[in-house]
């Protein structure tokens, strides 16, 4: 087949040379070949088109058509059969720079008239850069594209290159982009919304939308030939913006929507997953709290009461051991749901105002006892913190119990622990304070303060430390809360000199003063005596300890073992007759909070007044509010200290005449 390419394209590629050969002779009239010179003495008997470039390819691959084609009788027969420009394409490699090229030879075949013989007239071009064109044109065709698109703005007309052309393709040109498009959507796009999409699809819309962007897409799902459904991506962007020239293609995205669709589903399943495994471990945690907390309580209640009435010094020791051994029990399982919370990201902090002299005050309240026992000399230097903050106030306080506690353990008797406060910067209404907790304890050594905030991390050579021995995640802890609270900290330590820890905190203004709460030591001091109390615990020993607490003050204490006998003996008093109510929350037949929801629900006078205190083992911060939102003034988690219950009890019924 000869193919007319025509004399259009040569002034775009570089031409190798000429000659000019006489057919009907069979001889050559003249040869040139571009920076070599003048071949025709040499070449003149070579009429053979191979023979006579042989002089500038050391390689030559043509196929054994395109070889016969431009041999003189091929030529001749084509001339007589109307062809009068043939042109064909080979590689080569060039002698003089071994570089590989595409030669196309274009071939004119005139007659000369005086004689008849008839004469071919052979260009030569490197065509290279047009043949890598066009073969990368088809790799990115076959390989990433559907097809691209030429389209003019300006007059509709439009030219596609495609691998395959079938039904399910745009025509290969035409005059009218607009009718085309709509007639190819109208026939293969699958959705309910046709006319817009053929609207977006539309020049005017094309031109628009490539006025605000450079890139203009659309997406769609086409039927193919095989009734198989794909989606595709539609892209226009300027070839030449001032001529209205665009550019556009149409690429498969099906594989990649469905491959991102597994993905999500695949996302998903693993959010439910971790979701179900977290509720499972929260579930599992608040159960454990629950059971560990109840017979902790029995533990702590029973030895409060039994060192009361001890009259044997060396008992009361037993009763005193017993109780610290409790008390540092409950500190590891404060500690361990801590730290599972936090890393489960089941921990939310919460914002609220606190004081300056309430921080203050609870610091002296908590830590001015372990100073005392060991005749440290604490300093506290709040001077520098403001006065109102929003904080969560409780988390708050235990970043510095914590670290304190850990002073107060690692100091020798005798010795000093300094907390100190250092204005850094305000930032709108944050103010930066730097809060410096430094001790003249027994230090850590350069390895361990590598680990420190390492969860059960413990410097297992400090000797005095031994007599401490912790849950090693008080440091993990407090580090997890500071950088929940987008603030820093690092310590500083050396064997034998100390340990300072830096905390730099972002604290949030507030300029209302909060209302004090009473102290406690002024609410105990309240009578309680004569009040009558409902007491609703399902547990023995744990009804035990409590009435034993709440009588020792006065109390007089009626039981309730269930939610619903709670309920019952409400209804059957008149009303005002309990001053208040302790109520488990987990209990058989009814729980404590639809106990509460029943009672704030009853049609008398002291169903929405009376107090109504949660005295329960759930000691999460959901707990608590689930308690409250159940009409509960307030929540206290077991272990009960004694004092605490008789203080809170004071702070609702101590001053009622």
């Excluded at 008398?604 to 005295?615: K, S």
Aim: glycine residues 6%; charged residues 30%.
């Amino acid at each position: 087949m000869i193919i007319d390419r025509g004399l259009d394209q040569k002034g775009t590629d570089a031409n190798i040379g000429t000659s000019r050969v006489n057919l009907t002779q069979r001889y050559v009239e003249s040869v040139k070949y571009n920076g070599l010179g003048d071949f025709t003495e040499e070449l003149r008997e070579e009429a053979d088109y191979r023979k006579r470039i042989e002089k500038i390819f050391s390689e030559i691959h043509m196929t054994g058509e395109t070889y016969a084609d431009l041999q003189p009788e091929a030529l001749m027969e084509a001339y007589w059969q109307g062809e009068e420009m043939i042109s064909r394409y080979y590689w080569a490699k060039r002698r003089d720079t071994d570089d590989i090229i595409w030669v196309r030879v274009d071939v004119r075949i005139v007659p000369q008239l005086d004689t008849g013989d008839l004469f071919a007239f052979y260009n030569n071009w490197d065509v290279t850069h047009e043949k890598n064109r066009d073969r990368m044109m088809q790799l990115i065709i076959e390989f990433d594209y559907d097809y691209v698109e030429y389209i003019c703005l300006q007059n509709g007309h439009f030219e596609i290159m495609a691998q395959e052309k079938s039904s399910m393709c745009p025509s290969a040109r035409g005059t009218d982009y607009d009718a085309d498009i709509r007639d190819y959507l109208t026939r293969v796009a699958v959705t309910d919304q046709l006319e817009a999409h053929i609207r977006a699809m539309q020049t005017e819309e094309i031109r628009r939308n490539l006025e605000a962007e450079p890139l203009y897409i659309q997406e769609i799902d086409v039927r193919e030939s095989d009734g198989s459904v794909r989606r595709k991506m539609i892209r226009y962007t300027y070839m030449d913006k001032q001529m209205g020239t665009v550019f556009k293609s149409c690429v498969d995205i099906e594989d990649i929507v469905t491959e991102e669709k597994k993905k999500q589903e695949r996302l998903e399943r693993a959010i439910e997953e971790t979701e179900r495994a977290n509720c499972a471990k929260s579930e599992f945690l608040a159960h454990m709290s629950h059971d560990i907390r109840t017979p902790m309580n029995a533990i702590i209640g029973m030895t409060s009461v039994a060192r009361q009435e001890c009259q044997d010094e060396t008992i009361c020791g037993y009763l005193d051991k017993i109780k610290s051994s409790s008390e540092f029990l409950l500190g590891l399982i404060n500690d361990m749901l801590d730290i599972s919370r936090i890393e489960s990201g089941n921990l939310n902090l919460k914002s609220e105002q606190m004081s300056r002299k309430t921080f203050g005050t609870a610091i002296n309240t908590t830590i001015g006892p372990l100073m005392e026992q060991k005749n440290i000399t604490f300093q506290c230097d709040l001077q520098h913190m403001e006065e109102m903050i929003y904080t969560d106030a409780v988390r708050f306080k235990q970043i510095f119990f914590n670290l304190l506690s850990n002073a107060a353990k690692y100091t020798p008797e005798g010795g000093n622990v300094w907390l100190l406060t250092e204005r850094l910067r305000t930032e709108g209404n944050v103010e930066w304070v730097r809060f410096t907790v430094r001790d003249s304890g027994i230090g850590m050594s350069e390895e361990f303060l590598e680990h420190a905030f390492e969860p059960f991390s413990q410097e297992g050579n400090r000797t005095l430390a031994l007599q401490w021995q912790g849950t090693g995640l008080g440091l993990a802890i407090v580090k997890k809360l500071v950088v929940m609270m987008h603030g820093t900290i690092e310590i500083h330590s050396k064997l034998g000199a100390g340990t300072g820890v830096i905390l730099d905190l972002p604290l949030t203004i507030s300029g209302i003063d909060a209302p004090e709460k009473m102290p406690q030591a002024v609410m105990a001091k309240q009578n309680l005596e004569g009040r009558r109390v409902l007491l609703a615990e399902d547990n023995e020993i744990n009804t035990f300890v409590a009435r034993r607490i709440l009588e020792s003050r006065g109390i007089i204490v009626e039981h309730a073992e269930n939610g619903k006998r709670a309920v019952e003996m409400v209804e059957q008093n008149p009303e005002g007759y309990f001053d208040a109510i302790v109520m488990d929350i987990r209990m058989p037949v009814m729980s404590g909070l639809e106990a509460a929801r029943q009672i704030r629900a009853m049609s008398r006078t002291d169903a929405q007044t009376v107090p109504i205190i949660a005295m329960t083992a759930n000691a999460y911060e959901e707990d608590v509010s689930q308690s409250l939102a159940a009409g509960m003034n307030a929540h206290l988690a077991k272990p009960i200290e004694p004092q605490v219950i008789l203080d809170t009890l004071a702070g609702y019924i101590g001053s009622k005449n």
